[in-house]
């Protein structure tokens, strides 16, 4: 490009002291533009559409030094060089509308550098551009006042018309390049025609020649008109916009309503559009008036089951007849434009006449649909006994609703449910709602309980992303059709048969009020060789099984009759159900051993509607676990049990499952739905883990302050084995578990804590299980429980090893030995009793002058509490010895003249004993040695 204007580059003269200390500017220069663009305005070279640039903040003048580090931008300063008079600026031209063409100036400036310009403009806002932050912008009068300063992108409001100084400043460490173009946007002059405000007519096309090119378009509406411009270009963001009245200042002011902004002041008005991030091409822009719009088709309210309004114009002109909720399929603007509803769907009209359906955006189809929800033109009556009557079948017209009038009183309870669709079946509409005569909602409660409330007529409403639909009614508080369903013990599998087809997917039930307990159980499947796929299970009252290809539910029933409701696909398909005492006087129900490690009870389930239960009890304060196999297919829950344990519509009781808290439990085993019946029996275990008093008795307290190690066998018969491990807050212990028989089926350990079902231990496969006690143990002890994994009869070996200091609160000590004598020259067994006493221990007898007698330990208590062994006695001292107890640790414990060794005959004297005394004591007091 030709450089018109030639500035005058003034460089900073650098001090002695400092080459690059700045020299203090002759005027001062504000950070704020007088003329700050609004939000709807553009920077021409680099803001987004519809946004205006940042301002840059400056830092106060006087900046001590260049900061380091390129290219990181130093304080921004705008400075006037005294030197740098306005006579000695080159002139540039102000710029016309459309490209700058030779009206631009160029070059590059270092940090602190500057270089000024002339430029003569009439009053109103002057706008320079140029894309670079490292170089400030400052416009000054003639007598050195600014008029506004910031970097990148300057519109500044003249207050009079004149000649001006631009002064640009490089705000860089580097020289920065700068490309800059001034342009009055208070002139109309190179405007062009006026740019089109209705709908329906094409974007206004446009072409940016060069990337400073600015077009400006008049714009012919009114003053408070709302008006919505944009670039008609979803996917490049090609050029930005402003509208602007007759000083060049914006005119168009947003009011809070998401869709355009309003013209304020007086016009002219003109759109002024400006290339954004160096785009050079074609450009289209949409500007439409939304306030009192030209162009958009009028429609009146339709029938439901009615297709929508097509068209090309994204926008309808409603004629509403009353007041009240219509559904619309687009934002509702008012006659001034706001917005009256902001999104598509339910909007309410306070008063009857005309409104706008503004289709926002760039939409792929301007269907919009237009319904008043208090009619009922379009519905089709229904039946609500879905039990007896054809499911309810039709499809959907485009953007439309299908209505079906209830004939339901009001307070009426009804469920609404489309088929269960199997896996070959097409989709189906699925979005309902029922209306009452004021076109509100009218249910108290969802659709599988849905309360009648309002005025009737009530009205289904159908819709959905796919046309065909079919949904049934069931009136829940007047059934019809219902047969009754008998009540099967555990040990009976009766039940009925539900048979679906293609106009019936729903079946019901009776349960009569005096034939079921407070809480049941219900259970379905598809019978074998039915082509059913899935069902889902309710009964009135909240419990559902949801969908699945059989399941389980158990359901607290409320006093008086009940009714279970069974949906299924619209083909031939049969279920089976059955129903379940579940509660303290169930039958079928048999008791079970609860000891750790005792025989399992065996479960048999020849259907997937067979279940199972064992009854367990005890003490409130007494805690249970019961467990399968795994692998086994079954599903429990317990019933009695506080907490979710007792539902079988949740996670139920996920084995291994733990309980208490009452004196009475019902175990309820059921074949786990959506799978195979399991093989064999199925080997359900429940054991007693803790009682008030402490650990079950069947399992012995063992030393564990530095470890220990466990042997045993488990099988099916057997399936545990049991330990009580002392410990204390944050201990921890690496296990390992062993099968030392084939390798392959090593038993899983688990370590409890009273009142807490969690296994302290954690790892899988090869790896160490590491056992950490988090918190205070009660009572000081955690049960470790052995447990087989499969059927095998495993032998196993567990080690642990404590990894702090002291496992447990434990410690060393010897309280008695008996027998408390011995003669001489035999070989006495030994027994030490005290805690923590282990075969590893060393044992000895001392006494002052003597040489030590070595017990050697035959035995030790699993619990700790007594240690035998055997000492030589043959040509000991007789008198009292010191007992002396060393563990593996170092620790040392001594019973002072605890035992004593003894002569009973004259024979067992030495020579150095003096035998006189013999004669008196016969063996009961030891010969004082001579």
Known sequence: MTVLATALIVPVEASAADPSAPTTPTAGVSATDSATPPTAAADPKTAPATTAPADTASTPAGAASIPTGSPATPPQTPGVQAAADAADCAVLPLAPYGPAGDAHATGSLTYRQTACYRVTAPAGVLVVANDDTAVQKTVTTADDQVVCAKSAYVSCALPAAGTYTLVLEGNATYAAAYDIAARSYATTDGCLPAVATGFGQPPTAGQFATEDQVDCRRLDAQPGARILVDT????????????????????CASDGYPYGCVLQGTGPYRVISSSTYHYVGPYALRVRQLSDPVGCPEIAPQAFGAGASQGAVPCRTLQVPAPGPYRVGAPVLRADGSTLCPAAGICVFDAAGRYTAFVDGHPKSTTVAFVDMKSTAGCVPTSDQGAVDPVNRGSLAPGAQACLQLPSPTGATLLVAKPVLKAVDAALADSFEVL?????????????????????PYRLLVSGTVAPYAVSVFRLDQPVGCPELGRDGFGTDTGASARFDASHPLRCFAVPANAHAAEELFQFAGVQGSTLDLGALSVVGGCTTGEARSGA?????????????????????????VRRDVTAAAAGCVPTATTVGGKPTAL???????????RVTGASTDEFRAAVPSGSRVTAAVFGAPGAAGSMTGSGCIFPCAFGGASDYRVVTVPTAGTALPAGPVRLSVWRTATAAGPPPECPKIVSQHGFTLTGTVGPD???ECVVVPVKAQDSFDLTSVDTGTGQSRPWPTLLLRGDARNAC?????????????????????LLIVEGTNDAVVPYRVEALCRVTQCGSDVLKLTAVSPGTAPRNTIPTLTLTGTVLQRTDTVRLTRTGKADLPVTVTGAALDGTSLTGTVNLTGAAFGSWNVVVKSADGTERVLANAFTVVVTSRDQLTPQEDGSK?????GRTPIKPA
């Open 232 to 251: 008609a270009d979803n996917d490049t963001p090609t050029g930005g916009y402003r509208i602007v009245g007759p000083t060049g200042a914006d005119a």
């Open 436 to 456: 009452n005569a004021d076109g509100t909602a009218a249910c108290d409660g969802p659709l599988t309980n849905c309360r009648l409330t309002g005025p009737a």
């Open 553 to 577: 539910v158990s359901c607290k029933l409320a006093p008086g009759a009940a009714t279970v409701i069974v949906r299924g696909p619209a083909s031939d398909a049969e279920f089976h159900v």
């Open 604 to 614: 048999t389930f020849g259907s997937a509607t067979a279940a199972a239960c064992v």
């Open 718 to 720: 057997h399936p545990a």
């Open 762 to 782: 954690t790892g899988s496969g090869e790896q160490i299980f590491r056992c950490r006690i988090d918190g205070t143990p009660a009572q000081g002890y955690a």
């Open 918 to 922: 013999w004669e008196g004591t016969k």
